[in-house]
Structure formats: C-alpha cells, structure tokens
C-alpha cells in the first residue's frame, strides 16, 4: 500500500515569506502528526491531528499552524518565515489510539531552506 | 516531562562487528511505550521497533536485537555482523502521558552509525 506522501520535498523560500506543507497519510491512518528536524534541537513534535482535531500541540510560536481535512490529508502552515524555520519537516500518520502504542509511519518529509 | 538521551552521537564501526547503541530514558509514567526508528540518508524515519512498559522481554529480528530494562530504565539496540547497509541514524524514542500527550513522541538526539567496509 502506498506509504506517507509529502509535498514539495524541497522548497526555498526568504525570510518574511509563508509556506505551506502537505501531507497525504496512509490509507486508513486517521492521525496526522507533524515534526521538525533540525541539527541543533533534533526532532521536536509540532502537533498532531485527528478526525480534522488537533489534539495536542508542541511548544512552537504561533506562526505554525496546521489543518486537517475530512479525508485525513494534513497541511501545515509557517508565516513570517525566519531563518530558524529551515528544518526537515516530517510528517507521520497512524491510527491514532490512546494509549500511546501508535507506531508512527513517517514520510520522506519536506525540506524547507530559509534565505 | 519526558527525556530521552542517547549519549553516542557518532559510531564508527568495521563491517561484521557487533555494535550497541544505547537508550536511556526517564519518565513518570508506569505505562509508556519505547521505539526505535531508523533514518537512512534518504530521511524516511524507518520503524524498527515498539516495546511497552510491562514487558521486559528482550527481542531479536535476524540481526538486531533489544535489551530492555526497567531497572535502568534503558533500551539497547544492538546490531550483530553489521553490515554497510545499516549505515544510518537511529534514533530511540518515547510515548507517554507525562511528556504531555499519548499521542506523540519524545526522541533522542540520534546515534549516526556508520559502517565501513
């Protein structure tokens, strides 16, 4: 079956700009989650969706928001880029249980370069 | 909170040695979750392996092979006859409710191992 897709897989964009990630999960996988890659901090969780419900958020500004649609697909959303931005986004789907077992499938993830 | 360390940052290693990567983890929870994922240069976190709280078990899958223990709180990756292939970033990780959610994961900075033929 067809694995997590993300697109672009790479994107240059200058300081001040937007950008907006995409996200297609596994077939099925109702939970979207989202995770920066960076050198100096590694990956840190950005949030995680559900059934177009956000149900927990990692401690990034507000300029990073995200959304999920009524087929599960994911977008996240930067403004006001700044150079710190640039990272590995990575995108992850599962099914979303509670008890914390969900084995994350991640995408090739998106690689976003601040100038 | 959660915390994950994994004190190797680098390991460099002959093809055919035997190679631990270590996973220390600390956490309040009595019902967590432990991982191990693996990150070729293509980027893809790739899944190796989940283990709960309650089960101490160790595990082998052909070459690779987990220690876990409470005690400690440590879970061990080792990797028997590496082999060029297994060339990546490892990287251990946790789930639980003190790291403020069940749905998602703490990771560790990464173990880049590097195989040489």
Known sequence: KAGVTQTPRYLIKTRGQQVTLSCSPISGHRSVSWYQQTPGQGLQFLFEYFSETQRNKGNFPGRFSGRQFSNSRSEMNVSTLELGDSALYLCASSLGQRTGANVLTFGAGSRLTVL | ?117
């Open chain 2, 1 to 117: 909170a959660q915390k994950v360390t994994q004190a190797q940052t680098e390991i460099s290693v002959v093809e055919k040695e035997d190679v631990t990567l270590d996973c220390v983890y600390e956490t309040r929870d009595t019902t967590y979750y432990l991982f191990w994922y693996k990150q070729p240069p293509s980027g893809e976190l790739v899944f190796l392996i989940r283990r709960n709280s309650f089960d101490e078990q160790n595990e082998i899958s052909g070459r690779y092979s987990w220690n876990f223990q409470k005690s400690t709180s440590s879970f061990n990756f080792t990797i028997t006859a590496s082999q060029v292939v297994d060339s990546a970033v490892y990287f251990c990780a946790l789930s639980g409710l003190s790291g403020g959610s069940n749905y998602k994961l703490t990771f560790g900075k990464g173990t880049l191992l590097t195989v040489n033929p």
